[in-house]
């Protein structure tokens, strides 16, 4: 597959950060990560990462507007792009040794998706879509699932954690799936899962509370996939908003109607 002078860049962003997180990974599940303890080594990994995105993204693209999960927003002098980067979603996964993580890139031109990439370093997965030029897994076109009946659909969701969120409300929701579905699945990275709705192995996904870094290039995906990305009200999926519903055209409407009442 010939790729665009653009994603080439943001693939070898996401390839390079990766190796640092594979390395860092590795450290995790041999526990030897005693000086510091594991989270301050978890957080020190997350910021190197986002080093590493920032000076590759930069120096191809100087000028670009970046925001990251680690150091907040900087404006470029560009005033057309933004990069909205996540180094690595998933954290609770990395600290824990469970090898379902990534690193989300998306670029914003003119306040609009313009590109996206999904990286996994440990499955070495990279999921990737351009505007208008449909979304791939690898070398391979992704597209979401067939499936319209929700009693034969899987979703995958992001459940609130201690100190997080409205446990009663993500309750009430979860009744709802769960009574109406196959199964939800909660893999701990939401821009992983939204990947998955792209590659069709989740019909759809949903979640209340996302920052932008979480889903901005996972909605790219799903779009470009054939998918359909919205808030749980069935409007346009901004970037302020951090609702979200996403599926193929089928479960996402069924969906919104399950999670809207
Ligand atoms: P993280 O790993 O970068 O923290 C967990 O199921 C998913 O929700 C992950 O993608 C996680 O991203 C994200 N998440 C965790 N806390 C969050 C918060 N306070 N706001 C938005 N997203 C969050
Ligand atoms: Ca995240």
Redesign the pocket.
């Known amino acids: 597959m010939a790729r665009s002078a653009l994603i080439n860049v943001m693939v070898g962003a996401a390839r390079k950060a990766g190796r640092s997180l594979a390395r860092d990974f590795g450290e995790v599940e041999k526990l030897q990560v005693s000086l510091k303890g594991p989270a301050d080594f978890v957080s020190s990994a997350?910021r190197k990462a986002e080093e590493i995105v920032r000076e590759e993204l930069d120096r191809a693209r100087p000028g670009y507007t970046f925001l990251g999960?680690e150091s907040g927003e900087t404006e470029g002098t560009d005033g057309q792009h933004r990069w909205i980067v996540?180094p690595?979603?998933?954290?609770?996964?990395?600290l824990h040794g469970i090898p379902l993580?990534s690193i989300s890139i998306a670029l914003e031109r003119q306040g609009r998706l313009q590109a996206a990439i999904v990286f996994n370093p440990i499955t070495d997965e990279l999921f990737s879509a351009e505007r208008g030029a449909g979304a791939f897994l690898n070398d391979y076109r992704i597209r979401v699932s067939a499936r319209t009946s929700i009693a034969e659909s899987v979703f995958g969701?992001?459940?609130?954690?201690t100190g997080?969120?409205d446990h009663g409300q993500y309750l009430k929701d979860l009744a709802k799936v769960m009574a109406a579905s196959a199964g939800v699945r909660?893999?701990?990275?939401?821009?992983?899962?939204l990947a998955w709705v792209a590659a069709g192995r989740f019909d759809a996904f949903w979640?209340r509370?996302?920052?932008p870094?979480?889903f901005a290039a996972g909605a790219l995906l799903v779009r470009e996939a054939g998918g359909f990305v919205s808030t749980i009200a069935g409007r346009e999926k901004t970037m302020e908003a951090?609702d979200i519903v996403a599926g193929n055209e089928a479960i996402h409407r069924h969906l919104v109607g399950l999670l809207k009442t």
């Open positions: 997350d999960e996540d690595l979603d998933g954290t609770t996964n990395f993580f969701t992001a459940m609130p954690v997080q969120g909660c893999c701990g990275s939401a821009a992983l899962d979640n509370r996302l920052a870094w979480d951090g």
